[in-house]
C-alpha cells in the first residue's frame, strides 16, 4: 500500500505542470495547485504584491506536494477514514475541495447513514463512513469513485465547455472519467459503447 506521500506525488505527475485554461474555472494551475488556492494561502511567491500567474508558474513540485499533504489531506482529516479509501478521497479532494467530501457524504445518505452533507468530515461523517466500510470492505472504494465519475459526468451535463474534460474530441473517455476509473475496479469501468451512451446527448 503506497504511503500518503506516494499518493500524493502521483497526484502531483497526474496533474503536470503549468496551465490556464479558459474554460477550466480553477484559473491558472500548476502541479494541481490553483492561483485560488495560493491566493488564500498567501503564496506570493515572487514577493511581488499580489498572486498572479506568475507565481503559479514558480510553484515547484516539492511545494505542490506539501501544500496537498497539509492543506488537502491532514486539515480535511482523510486520514480518519479507511486507509484502502483515502486515496480516493484525497485525489478528489485535490481535484474538488470539499465537493470530494460532499460526494462521499451523499453517498452514506444513500446506503441509510444520517449525516450532514457539508462537505466537512466530523465524527458523524467519519463513524459512519468506517461503518459503511465494515459492513460492506469490498465495495466502499468502487462505489465511492462510481460516485465520483457519476459526479463528473453530471458537471458535463449541466456546463457544456466542461464536457472537454470528460470527453476527447475523438469520442473516448476524457481526463475527469479516466481519473474516476483509476480507482475503480475494472469490472465497473464503462465500456467503449457504455460511455458513448452516456454522452450520446452532448453536442
Given amino acids: 500500500m503506497h504511503s500518503v506521500r506516494q499518493i500524493a506525488e502521483e497526484i502531483v505527475a497526474r ?7 479558459p474554460d477550466d474555472p480553477g484559473g491558472a494551475t500548476n502541479f494541481g495547485v490553483t492561483i485560488h488556492t495560493m491566493r488564500r494561502l498567501g503564496l506570493d511567491l515572487d514577493h511581488d504584491g499580489s498572486i498572479t500567474p506568475a507565481d503559479v508558474r514558480r510553484l515547484t513540485r516539492a511545494q505542490a506536494i506539501g501544500i496537498f499533504l497539509e492543506h488537502y489531506f491532514n486539515r480535511p482529516l482523510i486520514a480518519e477514514l479507511p486507509q484502502p479509501l483515502q486515496a480516493s ?10 465537493n470530494a467530501v460532499k460526494i ?6 444513500e446506503m441509510g447513514y444520517e449525516v450532514s452533507v457539508d462537505g466537512a468530515l466530523g465524527p458523524q461523517s467519519i463513524a459512519a463512513v468506517r461503518a459503511a466500510y465494515n459492513a460492506s470492505p469490498d465495495h466502499l472504494v468502487d462505489a465511492y469513485g462510481i460516485a465520483r465519475r457519476n459526479y463528473y459526468f453530471r458537471i458535463a451535463d449541466r456546463r457544456s465547455a466542461s464536457r472537454k474534460f470528460a470527453r476527447t474530441r475523438a469520442g473516448g473517455k476524457g481526463g475527469w472519467i479516466k481519473r474516476a476509473e483509476e480507482f475503480i475496479a475494472p469490472q465497473y469501468h464503462l465500456t467503449t459503447s457504455q460511455f458513448k451512451a452516456r454522452t450520446a446527448k452532448w453536442v
Fill in 15 to 21: 496533474e503536470g505542470g503549468y496551465v490556464n485554461d
Fill in 89 to 98: 478521497v484525497f485525489d478528489m479532494y485535490v481535484n474538488a475541495g470539499g
Fill in 104 to 109: 462521499l457524504q451523499r453517498l452514506m445518505v
